[in-house]
């Protein structure tokens, strides 16, 4: 069984990479609706939509522009998250994303952070390099 550190994971912006990633999540879920009838003796649901959300959370680089100045809130933009890295063989994450929030943190005795939620349309991919 295989396991990573998340040391080699990268998030880019078609094929520019965000600089200066910190973390990063992908949510995936899927709607149900209950099948289950008046003669049912455990509820049963039938699977619907899938749906994905994530946030990328960086240290400020007001320089990177096109990568974290290219999320701009409301913008769709495609993303490509590497979990292991991006070398050839590497399983990552790729969809079309809408930037739904954007937010700067700033500290007394930290790095400044910028943090973006997107909502994927048309749900994620999961492939390899």
């Excluded at 899927?30 to 959300?53: C, F, I, P, Q, W």
């Excluded at 292991?84 to 590497?90: F, K, M």
Aim: proline share 1%; with cysteine.
């Amino acid at each position: 069984m295989a396991t990573h550190t998340g040391l080699a994971g990268t998030v880019k912006v078609g094929s520019d990479a965000i600089s200066e990633i910190v973390s990063f999540s992908i949510d995936e879920t899927n709607d149900t609706v209950e099948s289950s009838n008046l003669s049912s003796s455990a509820k049963t649901y039938k699977a619907l939509r899938k749906d994905a959300t994530g946030t990328i959370e960086c240290h400020w680089d007001e320089t990177d522009t096109n990568g974290q100045e290219a999320l701009d809130v409301g913008s769709e933009v495609t993303l490509n998250l590497y979990p292991e890295g991006s070398d050839s063989g590497d399983a990552y994450y790729t969809g079309t994303a809408i930037i739904t929030g954007a937010s700067v943190g700033v500290t007394l005795d930290g790095i400044i952070s910028r943090s973006f939620t997107v909502q994927f349309t048309g749900g994620l991919t999961h492939t390899t390099v």
